[in-house]
């Protein structure tokens, strides 16, 4: 069979709501689809991946790739922001080859699957993990055909994977954003968990079921991508990196003993971290943490079920900082029950902690949340989801007078944490090569972008 898996197009405008330029940085590759890929080509399939925002396909270029290359079945990876570009496509994929399966998975078709089968016409829909259901239906797609709404496969031993299918794409294309990378730009994305078993109200990942690759496998995997690549940096994108202490600690080991020296950062919780690991982490060469900070109000905490407090975040984000890691915070505006005179305290808390680097976003209700099952009772949603990127008021709460306010507050978080002499000051002291000055250079572009000084 052979199967084309494709991520539909978009600009860094729709992206960030902003103009932050295209040339910033943030092509990512589809990890996920590399994964599904790997999975396909281990069962004997031939696959090809289209990655349009990277390459900069549009829909045209799309019917133009699928006519050279001939699949029988069409793979739509969807967020909630991309579900109209989703319902265009497919509905050109069917208008121009009608025989040609398509099928839909991502996060959005997981929660809202019987919408996106009626809004795209498309021949079936995945919930959950696709990997191992997809390469089923490769193998004999009528029975998924009679059904349309098919359930994944969650997989409970992660080492089972093959090592995702990163040849099917160029991947001296991608490149991190100004604050995410170290060494090179061309960081390399792992994952070593799957699931978050916490329950923050925004957060689509929530409840979720927590599974662990083994440290051998993760090593593998590195040292697969030294040789092949000759990698020098890794993102880990896991939503909680040190959620067992004790794997940590033997990962950190592992790096050491097999002598893999690379630049590497992870995302994690402040209060599932102590100053063991942190020291261990930045001895193994991690350099940076992205830690979900997200309120300087105990309230605001407390109404998203985050289950942390001001003061442990306060110790954590300075022990980090201690171990000589760089701590990166998001923060969100908007929140359930906050007031300007709150955001503005979240500003302040922000400053008052000094990461590295802060992200500023808004709250969004995504489907399947609990925060979407509970919007009517904290404020006003609209459902225009090409707005649903973190960076636009979808989601007006009641202390907030219009939207316009809620977006005045996200500039002026950018502005206020941004623009002040001590964080130019520490931001200069670090540059030591040209490599720096153009990653500071891009950063402010950036910067200037989400604080709308582009617009």
């Given at each position: 069979?052979?199967?084309?898996?494709i991520?539909?197009?978009?600009?860094?405008r729709e992206r960030?709501n902003?103009e932050?330029?295209e040339?910033?940085?943030?092509h990512?590759p589809?990890?996920?689809?590399c994964?599904?890929?790997?999975?396909?080509e281990?069962?004997g399939h031939?696959?090809k991946?289209?990655d349009?925002?990277?390459?900069k396909?549009?829909?045209?270029?799309?019917?133009?790739e699928?006519?050279?290359f001939?699949p029988?079945i069409?793979?739509?990876?969807t967020?909630?922001?991309?579900?109209d570009r989703?319902i265009?496509?497919t509905?050109?994929?069917?208008?121009?080859f009608?025989e040609?399966?398509?099928?839909i998975?991502?996060?959005?078709?997981?929660?809202?699957?019987e919408?996106?089968?009626?809004d795209?016409?498309c021949?079936m829909?995945?919930k959950?993990?696709?990997e191992?259901i997809f390469?089923?239906?490769?193998?004999?797609?009528?029975?998924?055909?009679?059904?349309?709404?098919?359930?994944?496969i969650?997989v409970?031993?992660l080492n089972?994977f093959?090592i995702?299918a990163r040849h099917?794409?160029?991947?001296?294309k991608?490149?991190?954003?100004?604050n995410n990378?170290r060494?090179s730009?061309n960081?390399?994305?792992?994952?070593?968990?799957r699931?978050?078993?916490?329950t923050?109200?925004?957060?689509?990942?929530?409840?979720?079921?927590?599974?662990?690759?083994?440290v051998e496998?993760?090593?593998?995997?590195?040292?697969?991508?030294k040789?092949k690549?000759?990698v020098?940096?890794?993102a880990?994108?896991?939503d909680?990196?040190t959620?067992n202490k004790k794997?940590?600690?033997d990962f950190?080991?592992?790096?050491?003993?097999n002598n893999l020296?690379i630049?590497?950062?992870?995302?994690s919780?402040l209060?599932l971290?102590?100053?063991e690991?942190?020291?261990a982490?930045?001895?193994?060469g991690?350099?940076n943490m992205?830690?979900g900070?997200?309120?300087?109000?105990?309230?605001m905490?407390?109404n998203?079920k985050k289950k942390?407090?001001?003061?442990m975040i306060?110790?954590?984000?300075?022990?980090v900082?201690k171990?000589?890691?760089?701590?990166?915070?998001?923060?969100?505006?908007?929140?359930?029950?906050?007031?300007?005179?709150m955001?503005?305290k979240?500003i302040d808390?922000a400053?008052?902690?000094?990461?590295?680097?802060?992200?500023?976003?808004?709250?969004?209700?995504?489907?399947?949340t609990e925060?979407?099952?509970?919007?009517?009772k904290?404020g006003a949603l609209t459902?225009?989801?090409?707005?649903y990127?973190?960076?636009?008021?979808v989601?007006?709460?009641?202390?907030y007078?219009?939207?316009?306010?809620l977006q005045?507050?996200?500039?002026l978080?950018f502005r206020?944490?941004?623009i002040r002499p001590r964080?130019?000051?520490k931001?200069?002291?670090k540059m030591?090569?040209?490599?720096d000055?153009?990653r500071?250079?891009?950063?402010?572009?950036?910067v200037?972008?989400m604080?709308?000084?582009?617009?």
């Amino acid at each position: 069979m052979k199967v084309m898996l494709i991520f539909p197009p978009y600009a860094m405008r729709e992206r960030y709501n902003n103009e932050v330029g295209e040339d910033i940085g943030g092509h990512l590759p589809p990890l996920g689809l590399c994964y599904i890929a790997a999975v396909l080509e281990e069962a004997g399939h031939e696959v090809k991946i289209l990655d349009c925002p990277t390459y900069k396909q549009t829909q045209e270029d799309v019917l133009k790739e699928m006519e050279a290359f001939k699949p029988n079945i069409v793979g739509l990876a969807t967020v909630t922001i991309l579900i109209d570009r989703a319902i265009e496509i497919t509905k050109a994929i069917k208008q121009s080859f009608p025989e040609t399966i398509v099928v839909i998975g991502g996060p959005h078709p997981t929660q809202m699957p019987e919408e996106t089968l009626r809004d795209t016409g498309c021949d079936m829909v995945i919930k959950g993990e696709a990997e191992y259901i997809f390469r089923d239906i490769a193998k004999d797609p009528k029975p998924f055909l009679e059904k349309k709404i098919v359930e994944g496969i969650t997989v409970r031993d992660l080492n089972e994977f093959p090592i995702p299918a990163r040849h099917l794409l160029d991947m001296k294309k991608y490149n991190s954003l100004p604050n995410n990378y170290r060494v090179s730009e061309n960081v390399f994305q792992m994952m070593t968990t799957r699931g978050c078993p916490y329950t923050c109200t925004f957060c689509a990942s929530a409840n979720g079921k927590y599974r662990q690759r083994s440290v051998e496998n993760v090593i593998e995997e590195i040292k697969h991508l030294k040789e092949k690549y000759n990698v020098q940096e890794i993102a880990f994108w896991d939503d909680i990196f040190t959620m067992n202490k004790k794997w940590v600690l033997d990962f950190c080991e592992a790096l050491e003993k097999n002598n893999l020296k690379i630049a590497w950062s992870c995302e994690s919780r402040l209060d599932l971290i102590n100053e063991e690991i942190v020291t261990a982490m930045a001895k193994a060469g991690c350099w940076n943490m992205f830690f979900g900070i997200e309120s300087g109000n105990q309230e605001m905490l407390d109404n998203i079920k985050k289950k942390t407090t001001l003061e442990m975040i306060r110790k954590g984000v300075a022990m980090v900082k201690k171990a000589g890691i760089e701590v990166r915070g998001s923060f969100i505006l908007g929140l359930p029950g906050e007031t300007p005179e709150m955001g503005r305290k979240t500003i302040d808390f922000a400053i008052e902690l000094d990461p590295d680097y802060a992200q500023f976003s808004i709250a969004t209700p995504f489907p399947g949340t609990e925060l979407w099952n509970t919007a009517d009772k904290w404020g006003a949603l609209t459902k225009n989801f090409k707005d649903y990127h973190i960076f636009a008021p979808v989601f007006l709460v009641k202390g907030y007078p219009n939207i316009e306010e809620l977006q005045k507050m996200q500039h002026l978080a950018f502005r206020k944490f941004y623009i002040r002499p001590r964080y130019i000051l520490k931001r200069a002291s670090k540059m030591r090569n040209l490599r720096d000055i153009k990653r500071n250079f891009k950063g402010l572009k950036m910067v200037l972008g989400m604080s709308g000084m582009n617009n």
